[in-house]
């Protein structure tokens, strides 16, 4: 994934150490806006240079303790505009139980790379309908498969470092809280605006999305900085096919889910 220096996303020093997201890129696209920060400057504060010190020393202990299986990922952490502020210059909160419910434990949820999609529509939208997640780099370790509504706080043994609800096909990866502020790092805010009006398109009978249709094209766009073009390619496809009308909007979520992602991560 390429990297935008500062300079080139337009974010001043002020900006930067304040954690604010004035100083973003904004491309305004022709159904949305879209914005990204650069918030790994790992010197620009204190706590961000701490945070960025520590996330590699875990990398290091990670890799001694498990080799080749210290599973660096890519994941999206969906929140409120002004959490994800705090997040950016203090670190993640850990002192309550998380927003969506704690439903696999008590940790940080992070939403893996194939399910995107799934946390920017579960971001809440700020005052101008901007919806905000933060790339982060995620050090798994070893993971273990917790059923809902467990009420786990801590790896159930030495053989595990943090959880998944599912090996097979996770959609959800814990990070237990004590370990959150050294396993998880900050990459990038994206900021976006995903346009609810309807496209003509009747939605899907049942027990389906019940918001009118959402246009994805500024989504997609959005992904094809972070995917791999193999993946890319299958859901440009998937969604040409839901504008020709061979596909319902249910049935392009559903295969959407399903499409694979195989893109190495650079960090740090």
Same mark, same amino acid.
Request: hydrophobic share 30%; glycine share 8%; net charge positive.
């Given at each position: ?11 001043? &020093?002020?900006?930067?150490?304040? =954690?604010?997201?004035?100083? $973003?890129?904004?491309?305004?696209? $022709? ?12 010197? %620009? ?5 701490? +945070? ?14 498990? =080799?080749?299986? $210290? ?17 950016? #210059? ?10 969506? =419910? ?5 940790? *940080? ?26 790339? +982060? ?15 786990? !706080?801590?790896? @159930?043994?030495? !053989?595990?470092? @943090? ?5 097979? /096909?996770? #959609? ?20 976006? &605006?995903?346009?609810?009006? #309807?496209?003509? *398109? !009747?939605?899907?009978?049942?027990? =389906?999305? /019940? %918001?009118?249709?959402? +246009? ?14 193999? %993946? ?14 061979? /596909? #319902?909007?249910? $049935? ?17």
């Amino acid at each position: 994934m390429e990297k935008k220096s500062n300079e080139g996303n337009g974010l001043s &020093k002020s900006d930067d150490a304040a =954690g604010g997201f004035g100083g $973003q890129r904004n491309v305004q696209g $022709q159904r949305g806006e879209r914005r990204i920060h650069h918030c790994a400057a790992q010197h %620009s504060t204190p706590t961000r240079r701490s +945070c960025w010190e520590a996330f590699h020393d875990q990398l290091k202990a990670t890799q001694q303790k498990r =080799g080749e299986h $210290q599973n660096d990922k890519a994941a999206f952490y969906e929140a409120p505009k002004e959490k994800v502020i705090r997040t950016i #210059t203090d670190g993640f909160d850990v002192s309550g139980a998380p927003e969506d =419910g704690g439903h696999f434990g008590l940790g *940080l949820y992070l939403t893996p790379e194939p399910f995107a999609i799934n946390s920017v529509m579960s971001a809440t939208a700020d005052e101008r309908g901007l919806r905000h997640v933060l790339l +982060c780099r995620v050090i798994l370790g070893a993971v273990e498969e917790v059923v809902r509504g467990s009420r786990q !706080s801590q790896p @159930s043994s030495h !053989s595990f470092d @943090s959880a998944v609800d599912n090996q097979n /096909t996770p #959609t959800r990866y814990i990070v237990w809280y004590p370990d959150a502020q050294t396993r998880v790092l900050p990459l990038y805010v994206l900021s976006i &605006k995903v346009d609810f009006r #309807t496209r003509g *398109l !009747s939605k899907e009978p049942g027990s =389906g999305p /019940t %918001s009118p249709w959402t +246009c994805i094209k500024d989504l997609i766009s959005m992904l094809s900085r972070i995917l791999p073009r193999s %993946s890319m390619c299958q859901i440009r496809k998937l969604h040409n096919e839901l504008m020709e009308r061979k /596909t #319902t909007r249910l $049935q392009l979520v559903r295969r959407i889910r399903r499409v694979p992602t195989s893109a190495g991560f650079a960090g740090g």
